[in-house]
């Protein structure tokens, strides 16, 4: 799993948060979702879609795909198994899965299997290194997995794998903190009030306009990309 560079967890000293969000540029609506995205998770709060061994494996999952992530106060299994609950994924799915909501649980439920087959373990206790693995053979869909009922077999894990993190980084990317450290503005057209609907003007490579604020990390395109 790819490891991320080291980070500055505080919010409130990135520019993104002071010099852009407040402004006309970011309509009333986003602006208060994005102030949601950036509240710190409560590690205590019960899994609605989930359940608490699941929650567990997946917490171990994800940490292993954004190890960073903590270091916001994100906890990305608990957005998405909010995500789940609210039934607020994508739209779409593989053919060979079920619905997400069904696909999350029987994919958590193969890991442990496997682990457990595996080390005798639960995924979550086993240490970074036989984590991943574990995990990175589910992406090369290498492992033999014990066939039962309500599981999936190696290439349905392969696809599920996929999905988990694709929803877990679009769940940290959408982090306002996140955006500050790569730079990104694109949510910033324009407010509901003032001067409405405003658009870029500089869409070249390269070009920001005068208003974007400058990634807190500029290497980190470079570390994420390697």
Known sequence: MSVLPSIDPSLESHPLCIDLVPTERVSPKLREALRARGAPDDPEAEP???????LKTLRAMVARILPDAAAYHI??????????AEQEGNGWRYQALPTDPEAYRIG????????????????????GAEQDRLLEGLDSGAF??????????AEQMKLWFEEVRSDAVRHYVAHPAIMARIGYSGFANGGATGAGFQGFQKVGMDERESWEPEPTDPSYPVELAR
Request: glycine share 4%; no cysteine.
């Open 48 to 54: 609605r879609s989930f359940s608490a061994q699941q």
């Open 75 to 84: 906890d990305l299994a608990l957005r998405l198994d909010e995500m789940m």
């Open 108 to 127: 958590l439920e193969t890991l442990k299997d496997l682990a457990r087959s595996e080390t005798g373990e639960g995924f979550a206790d086993l240490s």
């Open 144 to 153: 033999q997995l014990p066939e039962q009922q309500e599981r999936f077999t």
